[in-house]
């Protein structure tokens, strides 16, 4: 379609809105005024859309002195012959936004090839602002309708009809049935913090979830590790999957048994089920992997192994806190955007520390605020064994964890007892259930 072309059915949509005010309540859930590709047709519809949800008489008259009353140079009366009687007006206003989705990506360009032919120009620089902009010319696609109360109501049937017949399940099961009891299983659109002081074991914990999720349910897991390398991480993972020694398998030692039962087991992670990726380090290059993972129908859920190593604007006198709490509504935001649950481990200060009760609590969460505001599940790994003398009387805890549920936006608290096999970092149910007081 040509330019005048494109004026002429922006100038039809206009002045069948001046005639027929009441359609633009399907207009504005697909464009809006930067959708025209002329400045006083902007103008000319955002003044129909003030007067309009004002509840201000649209007509011509009202629109015109509105427009004359900005300093708009435009006469309304000229337009009004291109009306229509609006039944086409949606399938009109897709066009428009194709068209405005064209435009982007030739201003885009444009601007990069300016950009790349600079020589002061960092390259670095180029590449994030052509993330960002895809980002936001992509989002120009995405034109949803609000969902009825029929479609929801029909939505928590069907999944009241699912759990019925998954023991309470309804979302991803975790693989620990303890937890899986008090959220249904991991939920789209969440975002779960999971924390804990060093040595408590989060990302051991995380990362048997991950297993479960990937291995036993076949779902397709993500785990972002910021920390240990891809090699490390499948180290300890073979350790949880054979139960052979983290330490012997580091080490390369095992026994001709251990071999044999090495050699038999390992083949079952060699599936596309988890992958591990230890290349990506700012919150921008994590979003976009992710996004390709999910368009590729290849991702169900997401772990990121901690919050607080991603890198997001490095700039002079900017607070970690800052950071940290757009780095948390962002992962909150990509949870809701793709529809999946998003795990993020998390580290706690030193406060735990200095308290002679170490149970962490909210408050130990590093720049806690933001954190705690955009999580919809909060947890606390836990293991007090490591901070008692095991020669004194405490020794029951040997060998014994807990996931503390300090926040649940979907119901309940509580702790959650594990077993931990501390030779293979492994997290299990214990055999035997202690649901009375916990020793601390």
């Known amino acids: 379609m040509n330019n005048r072309n494109n004026i002429k059915l922006e100038t039809k949509v206009l002045a069948t809105l001046v005639v027929d005010p009441d359609r633009l309540i399907d207009c504005t859930e697909i464009i809006g005024a930067s959708t025209f590709s002329v400045y006083e047709h902007q103008q000319l519809f955002g003044v129909i859309s003030d007067l309009y949800f004002k509840n201000t008489p649209v007509t ?76 936001r010319i992509t989002s120009l696609t995405d034109v949803s309708r609000p969902q009825s109360n029929v479609d929801l109501i029909k939505a928590n049937t069907d999944r009241m009809e699912a759990a019925s017949q998954t023991n309470g399940i309804t979302g991803i099961s975790t693989g620990f049935h303890d937890l899986d009891q008090v959220y ?29 999720m990937a291995i036993g349910g076949g779902c397709n897991v993500a785990f972002f590790s910021l920390e240990m390398g891809a090699e490390q991480l499948m180290q300890r993972l073979i350790s949880l999957h054979t139960e052979i020694p983290l330490q012997t398998i580091r080490s390369g030692r095992l026994t001709s048994t251990e071999w044999s039962q090495y050699n038999a087991e390992v083949t079952e992670l060699m599936g596309d089920n988890l992958t591990i990726v230890d290349d990506v380090y700012t919150l921008t290059n994590l979003r976009t992997r992710c996004k390709k993972m999910a368009m590729r129908g290849k991702l169900d859920v997401v772990f990121i192994d901690y919050l607080q190593l991603i890198v997001h604007k490095v700039d002079a006198g900017r607070s970690k806190a800052n950071e940290v709490s757009e780095i948390s509504r ?111």
């Open 60 to 135: 011509i008259d009202s629109v015109d002195n509105e427009l004359q009353r900005l300093g708009v140079k435009f006469n309304v009366y000229d337009i009004i012959g291109f009306a229509d009687s609006g039944r086409a007006i949606a399938n009109q206003c897709m066009i428009l936004r194709e068209l405005e989705v064209a435009r982007n990506q030739i201003n885009l360009g444009v601007k990069l090839a300016t950009m790349g032919n600079d020589e002061k120009v960092d390259p670095l620089e180029t590449n994030d602002l052509l993330i960002k902009e895809t980002e």
């Open 184 to 212: 249904g299983g991991r939920q789209k659109t969440d975002l779960i913090i999971k924390a804990g002081r060093p040595g408590m074991g989060k990302t051991a914990q995380a990362l048997g979830e991950a297993y479960n």
């Open 330 to 440: 962002a992962l909150k935001m990509m949870a809701k955007d793709l529809n999946i649950p998003v795990i993020a481990l998390s580290q706690l200060n030193r406060s735990c520390e200095t308290r002679a009760d170490k149970k962490p609590m909210l408050s130990d969460l590093r720049e806690s605020g933001s954190i705690e505001q955009d999580a919809d599940i909060v947890e606390m790994v836990y293991r007090p064994e490591y901070y008692t003398d095991l020669n004194d009387d405490s020794g029951d805890l040997n060998g014994r964890a807990w996931v503390l549920i300090q926040k649940n936006r979907h119901g309940s608290t509580r702790d959650i007892e594990f077993s931990f096999n501390a030779e293979c970092t492994k997290f299990e149910t214990p055999k035997h259930h202690n649901h009375g007081q916990t020793p601390f």
